[in-house]
């Protein structure tokens, strides 16, 4: 038999107009045996507009969750943080394991989380794609294998530190910690204009909790399933990619994001004086991008294959940090660390 959890252990879901994944997820929890181990399950409708509080309700009225599913809607749309920060609000627990609403937790999910609550810090879990499922799935996994191959080197538990933390792979997608803490950094970044990324939250809360990377506690994830949604999601990234790697952290990021934006500006400088001239170049230029899709494929085939979705990513997510650019310049946002109470 499987010991118990620490009673004190809220599983906190964050969802917007994801009501296919619900589901699985839900069931998930109750296959691995996960929910007599635990207080609750928080679901946090973020405005949803599709079939999400319909499935959220039937959850809660389902028996097999013992009357431990509790639904927190929220209105209009205000973002991953908002949901995470006004979910952690409503927590019984004093530990919140945060779940993406598209993942599914694994056989054995229960006893790693044990051996985490025994650590006392807070973990990020490991997350693990089926690349054979389709080509989102392909190309997320294989891409960030390859920006990340420290992250996936990784065989036991490890802790991110000032120094390393820009190496390793972190979010909320599985995550657990104290929520005092995670409210604590909540607190002090609402004001701050923080967009729904993980990577400026965490390192906040570096500051007040160590933070491990457990390879142990893993989960099956898949990104949006469709071509609109996937690439939406890479030009929403832009702007919280801008918000840490360019204003808050800058480091080598923010040296490739001015180059880029240095030769983007000498582009349209030409373009200005032979606007054809540059256009026939711009074309030219698009194979060569495509090309770089060649070291994300483990095959000649899977490289071929990821080509067209690799630069329409690159467009998407260039265009976002373009925008997170103008965003932080032009409407004078500023950030600051906050200072956390010692």
């Known amino acids: 038999m499987m010991p118990l959890l620490h009673m004190g252990v809220t599983i906190l879901v964050p969802t917007y107009n994801m009501s296919a994944y619900l589901i699985p997820l839900a069931e998930s929890i109750l296959n691995v045996g996960l929910l ?10 973020d405005g949803s507009v599709d079939a999400t509080p319909q499935i959220l309700e039937s959850l809660v009225k389902d028996p097999r969750f013992e009357g431990k599913t509790r639904v ?7 973002g991953r943080f908002h949901a995470r920060f006004e979910g952690a609000k409503m927590a019984k627990g004093e530990w919140t394991l945060f779940l993406d609403s598209r993942l599914r937790v694994r056989e054995g999910f229960g006893l790693n989380l044990l051996r985490v609550l025994k650590r006392g810090s807070a973990t990020v879990g ?4 089926d690349v054979k499922k389709n080509i989102y799935c392909l190309y997320w996994q294989r891409s960030h294998e390859k920006m990340f191959r420290r992250h996936y080197a990784i065989t036991k538990p490890l802790e991110l530190n000032i120094l390393n933390y820009d190496r390793y792979l972190k979010g909320t997608g599985v995550f ?4 005092e803490h995670f409210l604590e950094v909540c607190r002090a970044l609402e004001n701050l204009n923080v967009l729904s990324d ?4 965490m390192r906040e809360l570096l500051e007040v909790s160590p933070i491990f990377i457990d390879p142990a506690l893993k989960v099956e994830w898949e990104p949006r399933a ?12 832009g702007p919280s990619f801008v918000q840490y790697h360019v204003f808050k952290a800058p480091g080598v990021y923010a040296v490739a994001v001015m180059l880029a934006l240095f030769t983007l500006a000498v582009w349209i400088g030409f373009a200005l ?6 256009l026939i170049l711009a074309f030219v230029m698009l194979p060569f991008l495509a090309l770089s899709a060649l070291p994300l494929g483990k095959t000649w085939g899977e490289s071929f294959k990821l080509m067209p979705l690799h630069l329409a990513v ?3 997510f260039g265009t976002g940090v373009l925008r997170g650019l103008a965003l932080y310049t032009w409407k004078g946002f500023k950030l600051r660390a906050p200072k956390h109470p010692q």
């Open 126 to 129: 490991w997350v693990e794609t």
């Open 36 to 45: 007599p181990q635990i207080a609750e399950v928080l679901f946090v409708d």
């Open 72 to 78: 927190l809607r929220l209105e209009p749309n205000r």
């Open 314 to 316: 690159i467009l998407f």
């Open 176 to 179: 657990i910690c104290k929520t």
């Open 226 to 237: 469709n071509l609109k949604d996937f690439l939406l999601r890479f030009f929403e990234r």
């Open 198 to 201: 993980d990577t400026l939250l």
């Open 273 to 278: 004086r032979h606007p054809v001239v540059a």
